[in-house]
Nanobody, 124 residues
Framework: QVQLVESGGGLVQAGGSLRLSCAAS????????MGWFRQAPGKEREFVAV????????SYADSVKGRFTISRDNAKNVVYLQMNSLKPEDTAVYYC?????????????????WGQGTQVTVAS
């Protein structure tokens, strides 16, 4: 069982930056692939970024590539999402999720555990 708690969301002007954090409970954090997803009002949940168990491999949605960076600290049981050059279309609730036994999955249904989400609002 893994419990995930996101933090770091808020209101930011276009072009600004935010860093999201996701703290995980349990001693098996390093055995999970970790992903970030987002969901805007009226839209489906979409993939943002994913990082492998060791942190050596990452993958990004085309819409955030070059602006967002996912990282993790297995000693602290935390995964981060650094978001730079934010755009109004990045506005959404951001969720972190954990998946076991998979590689860099982009599909939400693959993920076993989810946080409660944190709101990111980018003003134009």
């Amino acid at each position: 069982q893994v419990q995930l708690v996101e933090s770091g969301g808020g209101l930011v002007q276009a072009g600004g930056s935010l860093r999201l954090s996701c703290a995980a409970s349990g001693r098996t954090f390093s055995s999970y692939t970790m992903g970030w997803f987002r969901q805007a009002p009226g839209k489906e949940r979409e993939f943002v970024a994913v990082i492998s168990k060791s942190g050596s491999s990452t993958s990004y949605a085309d819409s955030v590539k070059g602006r967002f960076t996912i990282s993790r600290d297995n000693a602290k049981n935390v995964v981060y999402l650094q978001m730079n050059s934010l755009k109004p279309e990045d506005t959404a609730v951001y969720y972190c999720a954990a998946a076991s036994g998979v590689a860099l999955a982009r599909t939400p249904i693959i993920y076993n555990y989810w946080g409660q989400g944190t709101q990111v609002t980018v003003a134009s």
